[in-house]
Each structure stands twice: as C-alpha cells, then as structure tokens.
C-alpha cells in the first residue's frame, strides 16, 4: 500500500537515538531542553515545551490559558478531535465555527459573525483554537484583531503546519498568538515516535505548562510556597532547603517526552525546511497532473508556505466520493479522508450539535479524499497516483 502519509527516518535519525539509549539520561536529560531550544530558535519563539503529544500540549495550552467550567472555546469542526477536546478535560464547553470553502481554513468572516452575535449573548469564548489546516496557515492577523476587540486568546494548532510561513514569519513564532501547538506523530511533518509541543512567548505560560507537564512539581527553590512547618526544613535564616525537598503546588500530569524522543526530533528537525521543500514539488505536480479532472485542488491563499501535511482534493458529487475512494484502495493507495466534522462524532452531538449547523464544513467532508503525500514518497508512486485518481474518476 502506498500510505497518505507517513515519517522520513534516516541514518543519521537512527544514530542520534542510539546515542540517547546509550547516554546516562533516557528521560529527563539535557535532550528535551535542548530540542525545546532548537524548535523555539528555529520557529522564532522565546520558549517551547516539549511533551508526550500534541493532545497534552493542547490541554497543558488550556490549563496555562485559565480555561475551566462555564467558559467556552472554539475552534473549526474540520479538524482532528484533539483541537477540541482540550476544552472538554478542563471542564469547558466547545463551540465550533465554519470553514472557508476555498482554504477549508476557519472561516474568519463567520468567525466575526459569531463574535458579534456571542456578544450579545454574553457568551463570548476564552479561547479559540486556529488549525492550519492541511498545513495551511490561518488568517492569524485578522484573528489577533478579533481577539484584541473580543478579549480571547488563541491556540494555534499547528500539527499539521511545522515550517509553514504567513507572509514570511514561520509558524511557531506565536507572533499572532498566545500559544502555538506542533505534533510529532509519525504522519506530521517531522515526528519523535509519539511527542508534542507548545511553543509562546510568555514566560509566564511556559513555566505554568513546565509545571503541568510533570505533576505540578516544582524542584526550584525560588518558586517554593510552602512553610517550612508543612515539612521541610528550609528554614528561616535563608538557607536552602535540602536537595531532596519538592513542592507539588497544583494537579499536574505525567505529559513528560522522553530524551530518545527527543534526540530522534532533534536530528528530524534539522530536515524540515528539506522536507516542506519536497511536500511542495509533490503538491505542485499534483496540481499540474490533477488541474483538468474537475477535482476541487487545495487553494493556498496569497502570503502563504503550506507544509502540505496533506494534500486534499474533493469531488463535485458527495454521492460518487465514496466509490472514488474504493477504487484507489482497491489498488494499493491508502487514501484517507480528513475529516469528519468533529461535531458530527457521537460525543459532540450528545452535546446538541446537529447536521446542519456547520454547512461548509459539512459538503467539504463529504467530498473529500486525502492523496499521498510525503518526503520519501517516490516519484514513481506518486505517478501511479496520478494514473490512479484519473482512472477512477
Ligand atoms: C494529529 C493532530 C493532533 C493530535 O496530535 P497527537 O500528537 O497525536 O496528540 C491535534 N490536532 C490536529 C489538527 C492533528 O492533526
């Protein structure tokens, strides 16, 4: 099978993490530190912390941001779960907002519509989650002036969109956010096996998701609270307490990434500006090879670097999709659809979300199919694809 997508590992890849295995630390070394500081350099950010998944980065992102029960975060229904449900772990309902047509992006015109009717309401979100779907950039700068008028932050998710650009400044350098958030599954654009990270340019934020990250332990002595009557012997005349003394200050997880996942991300990302280079050639020949087949082909709007984590096309008649699809697996291409509208899954519509409620989102799904796309996938497959999709349409 010729899979949609799926990780580069490289010789080099497979050293780095033997050197790992091989080292005194496998978790909680100097990897993770130092693969938060080459991801935070190479995206232009002040901070990054690194964990286990983008899924526990989104709700580290969520608990830093203060959401909790009785606030709201929204986010595009065309999307995976995860970019959601952040919000249901604190407590905190979802509401979603429609997608553009063309970028399959959020829709920012319906997302202003929704502000100004929320308002009305009172029933304005904390947070909105933008996705750079497909690894398209969203359109960050109109949604940094909706945040400022409607007082919201915003967590980018960024899985599909480590080493896009928007007009230039690369995605992760949070310059239109609070908190951007990159995944490291083996089908993104760079990966460490499983792994996740948040990305900002607070301070503030980076060390209240360091501290969830790892139990809501804290070893540091200028950050301890506690008395030294509740346990330990810091005592009053200034002196340190003694080495072994910890503070558990809040409810935190076990959402650590270990140093051979790191060492693996480290060498990965070293190819990224590679990687975005060739997932481009292979969507520029699609576009070319699939430009007069009736195909609806992925639009990315002016100013834009897609990463091309995916590379959709949709069908004119919804009916005829799934027949489409079939014959592709039929020989051999693991084509995939991405996504069904996460409001339409079971948990959200015992929520009341319906059909209907999202139109855009809702055809888009429909009629849509996830072609091939990788750094390693051969020329040779990839115009196998093309013969494919023609033959079967
Ligand atoms: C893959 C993905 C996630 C979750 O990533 P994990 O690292 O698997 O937790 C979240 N959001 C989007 C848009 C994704 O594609």
Redesign the pocket.
């Known amino acids: 099978m010729i899979p949609y997508g799926r990780q580069q590992i490289t010789d080099e890849d497979i050293e780095a993490v033997v050197a790992a295995l091989q080292s005194d630390f496998i978790t909680q070394g100097p990897l993770v530190g130092r693969f938060e500081e080459v991801v935070s350099k190479g995206c232009g950010a002040r901070d990054a912390v690194a964990c286990n998944?983008?899924?526990?980065?989104?709700h580290l992102a969520c608990l830093a941001l203060g959401l909790g029960p009785g606030d709201r975060l929204w986010t595009t229904p065309n999307?995976?779960v995860?970019?959601a449900n952040c919000a249901r772990y604190c407590g905190a309902e979802v509401d979603f907002v429609d997608i553009d047509s063309e970028t399959w992006n959020i829709s920012v015109g319906s997302l202003e519509e929704k502000l100004v009717a929320a308002e009305r309401t009172g029933k304005l979100p904390k947070i909105l989650v933008a996705?750079h779907?497909a690894g398209q950039p969203t359109e960050q700068e109109t949604i940094r002036s909706l945040a400022d008028r409607y007082g919201f932050r915003i967590i980018e998710?960024a899985?599909?969109a480590a080493g896009a650009r928007r007009n230039g400044e690369p995605v992760g350098s949070c310059r239109w956010s609070d908190i951007t958030?990159f995944?490291?599954?083996p089908?993104?654009i760079l990966t460490t096996g499983?792994?996740?990270m948040a990305l900002t340019n607070s301070g503030e934020l980076a060390a209240r998701m360091r501290l969830l990250r790892s139990h809501g332990i804290t070893r540091d002595s200028a950050q301890f609270v506690a008395l030294p009557s509740s346990g330990a012997s810091a005592d009053e005349a200034g002196k340190s307490p003694p080495a072994y003394y910890y503070e558990m200050q809040e409810l935190g997880f076990n959402y650590r990434i270990t140093d051979i996942q790191c060492a693996l991300g480290i060498s990965q990302f070293k190819r990224l500006g590679q990687n975005i280079e060739i997932r481009n050639s292979i969507a520029l020949r699609y576009d070319s090879a699939l430009r007069d087949t009736g195909l609806q082909l992925p639009f990315v709007a002016d100013g834009n670097r897609s990463a091309f984590?995916l590379y959709v096309v949709l069908v004119s008649n919804p009916a005829s999709r799934d027949a489409f699809y079939d014959r592709l697996r039929h020989v051999g291409i693991a084509v995939n659809v991405?996504y069904l509208p996460v409001h339409l899954q079971p948990y959200y519509r015992k929520q009341g979300f319906s059909e209907g409620q999202f139109p855009n989102a809702e055809s888009y799904s429909l009629r849509s199919v996830t072609l091939p796309i990788y750094a390693t996938l051969a020329e040779r497959d990839q115009e196998f694809v093309i013969e494919s999709v023609k033959a079967a349409l």
């Open positions: 998944s983008a899924t526990s980065a989104l999307t995976f995860a970019s996705v779907f998710d899985s599909h958030v995944s490291f599954h089908v993104k499983e792994g996740g984590h991405h």
